[in-house]
């Protein structure tokens, strides 16, 4: 096992571009069940999340192979439908193996999802949904028995724009009987990402981007090659770390209308922004400025995924800010760890107010989560000291190498074996 050490203080200088996403990719894995042929992921980034789908597509019997920096997948000779729990307990996606095993082979059995710990994360609309185009499905000893002898389309309402509900009903809907007209779909850029992937593999998808979807069943699609979206949370997380640390950044492969939110906000802290297609930088000024009120909500509102990554920027701001989480429970947990740091920030509930302090002191500290991981970093290039981050599993879960990024715009950070 390795910790990271970081010595901060300096500005984050340079120009880097930015992995394709996590939350794009792991779906359209997924989606290449449904696929005849192979489908080439181009560019696909080397990340735990994306090693944990690899491995059920080869548990289910799918060959799975990386050519240079490409993931190739052959669904053509697949036979299972059985998901292992350990393969399950990785992430949270291997739950959206569901809707195309069920689409491929009417039947599909597994146990509920892991991911990470930020409170309850239920999984019922994803089954409500499947059970609205015909699914049976039972629950045995916590494993989940589905048969659907022939998904069919329905008309689907999610109560909650939930991304991986959405995606799910997609895929399956791919492979129904007929329409399929979802509405209260999550709007999210990943969404569309999957509607594009799916394209070119030859389904019948529109609406992605928009609150309602529409599929027409068609069965087998064909193979493609795809380009993910650049992953707009790893590009938050270096925007955000430029932003704390008075620095000046360019990021190539991501686009700014993903972005929006987040960078309204660090506008209003008091950075510069500009942006072309596939390019956006930011210059951060001496002392960012609190940012009054942030609440997190589904795209395109602020993400949930980058709150904790914000709330490590604004710990040195001049004024306080408060934060709203609106989508999880928990998803506070590196509050203590950032007040290793001398952070002061209150919380209650689902609120917390980050008062500006003057300074960060080096400390060490434990990653809890993936984004909360990522937030310790930001906090840490802030530091003059030296900070460690151990368990850092949780990050290498969604970042393809956050060393070697910010090592690349002038920061010191490095692996060290822990001891
Ligand atoms: C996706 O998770 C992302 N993960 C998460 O990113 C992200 O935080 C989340 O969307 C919200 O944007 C992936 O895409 C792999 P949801 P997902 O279903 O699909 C409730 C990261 O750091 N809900 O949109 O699991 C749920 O409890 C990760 O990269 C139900 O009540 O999120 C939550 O309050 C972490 N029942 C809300 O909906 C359900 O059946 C949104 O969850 C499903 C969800």
């Given at each position: 096992?390795?910790?990271?050490?970081?010595t901060?203080?300096?500005?984050?200088?340079?120009?880097?571009a930015?992995?394709?996403?996590?939350?794009?990719?792991?779906?359209?894995?997924?989606?290449?069940?449904?696929?005849?042929?192979?489908?080439?992921?181009?560019?696909?980034?080397?990340?735990?999340d994306?090693?944990?789908?690899?491995?059920?597509?080869?548990?289910?019997g799918?060959?799975?192979?990386?050519e240079?920096?490409?993931?190739?997948?052959?669904?053509?000779?697949?036979?299972?439908?059985?998901?292992?729990?350990?393969?399950?307990?990785?992430?949270?996606?291997?739950?959206i193996?569901?809707?195309?095993?069920?689409?491929?082979?009417?039947?599909?059995?597994?146990s509920?999802?892991?991911?990470?710990?930020?409170?309850?994360?239920?999984?019922?609309?994803?089954?409500?949904?499947?059970?609205?185009?015909?699914?049976?499905?039972?629950?045995?000893?916590?494993?989940?028995?589905?048969?659907?002898?022939?998904?069919?389309?329905?008309?689907?309402?999610?109560?909650?724009?939930s991304?991986?509900?959405?995606?799910?009903?997609?895929?399956?809907?791919c492979?129904?009987?007929?329409?399929?007209?979802?509405?209260?779909?999550?709007?999210?850029?990943?969404?569309?990402?999957?509607?594009?992937f799916?394209?070119?593999?030859?389904?019948?998808?529109?609406?992605?981007?928009?609150?309602?979807?529409?599929?027409?069943?068609?069965?087998?699609?064909?193979?493609?090659?795809?380009?993910?979206?650049?992953?707009?949370?790893?590009?938050?997380?270096?925007?955000c770390?430029?932003?704390?640390?008075?620095?000046?950044?360019?990021?190539?492969?991501?686009?700014?209308?993903?972005?929006?939110?987040?960078?309204?906000?660090?506008?209003?802290c008091?950075?510069?922004?500009?942006?072309?297609?596939?390019?956006?930088?930011?210059?951060?000024?001496e002392?960012?400025?609190?940012?009054?009120?942030?609440?997190?909500?589904?795209?395109?509102?602020?993400?949930?995924?980058?709150?904790?990554?914000?709330?490590?920027?604004?710990?040195?701001?001049?004024?306080?800010?408060?934060?709203?989480?609106?989508?999880?429970d928990?998803?506070?947990?590196?509050?203590?760890?950032?007040?290793?740091?001398?952070?002061?920030?209150?919380?209650q509930?689902?609120?917390?107010?980050?008062?500006?302090?003057?300074?960060?002191?080096?400390?060490?500290?434990?990653?809890?989560?993936?984004?909360?991981?990522?937030?310790?970093?930001?906090?840490?290039?802030?530091?003059?000291?030296?900070?460690a981050?151990?368990?850092?599993?949780?990050?290498?879960?969604g970042?393809?190498?956050?060393?070697?990024?910010?090592?690349?715009?002038?920061?010191?950070?490095?692996?060290?074996?822990?001891?």
């Amino acid at each position: 096992m390795s910790h990271l050490r970081i010595t901060g203080g300096r500005p984050l200088r340079g120009e880097i571009a930015v992995q394709g996403a996590k939350n794009s990719v792991l779906p359209i894995l997924s989606a290449t069940i449904l696929s005849a042929d192979a489908c080439r992921i181009r560019c696909c980034p080397r990340l735990d999340d994306v090693d944990a789908a690899a491995e059920i597509l080869a548990y289910l019997g799918c060959a799975v192979r990386w050519e240079g920096g490409d993931l190739v997948v052959d669904s053509s000779r697949m036979t299972g439908c059985h998901i292992p729990r350990y393969l399950m307990e990785k992430m949270r996606s291997s739950v959206i193996f569901l809707g195309p095993l069920l689409a491929r082979f009417g039947e599909a059995s597994l146990s509920y999802p892991g991911g990470c710990q930020l409170g309850p994360r239920p999984i019922d609309l994803h089954l409500q949904a499947l059970r609205e185009m015909g699914a049976e499905i039972r629950e045995d000893g916590g494993r989940l028995l589905c048969r659907a002898r022939r998904l069919r389309g329905a008309e689907i309402s999610l109560p909650i724009p939930s991304v991986g509900a959405t995606e799910n009903i997609l895929l399956a809907g791919c492979g129904a009987a007929g329409t399929t007209i979802l509405s209260g779909a999550a709007r999210e850029p990943e969404i569309e990402d999957l509607q594009s992937f799916l394209v070119r593999c030859g389904a019948q998808v529109s609406g992605a981007g928009g609150h309602t979807v529409a599929v027409v069943g068609k069965q087998p699609l064909h193979g493609c090659q795809h380009r993910c979206i650049g992953d707009r949370i790893a590009a938050a997380t270096y925007l955000c770390a430029a932003a704390a640390t008075g620095g000046q950044i360019a990021l190539l492969g991501v686009e700014q209308r993903h972005l929006g939110a987040v960078c309204r906000v660090l506008q209003r802290c008091g950075c510069t922004m500009r942006h072309e297609e596939g390019f956006l930088a930011l210059r951060g000024p001496e002392r960012l400025r609190g940012a009054n009120i942030i609440a997190t909500a589904p795209f395109p509102g602020f993400p949930t995924d980058a709150q904790a990554i914000l709330m490590a920027t604004l710990c040195r701001a001049d004024g306080a800010t408060m934060m709203v989480e609106n989508l999880f429970d928990s998803r506070f947990r590196h509050v203590p760890e950032l007040r290793r740091m001398g952070a002061h920030i209150r919380c209650q509930g689902r609120t917390a107010v980050v008062y500006g302090v003057d300074a960060l002191h080096g400390a060490a500290m434990r990653a809890t989560d993936l984004r909360g991981g990522a937030a310790l970093v930001v906090a840490a290039l802030q530091a003059e000291e030296p900070s460690a981050i151990y368990e850092i599993h949780h990050i290498q879960r969604g970042y393809e190498d956050i060393a070697r990024d910010i090592r690349a715009l002038g920061g010191h950070i490095d692996f060290a074996a822990d001891g």
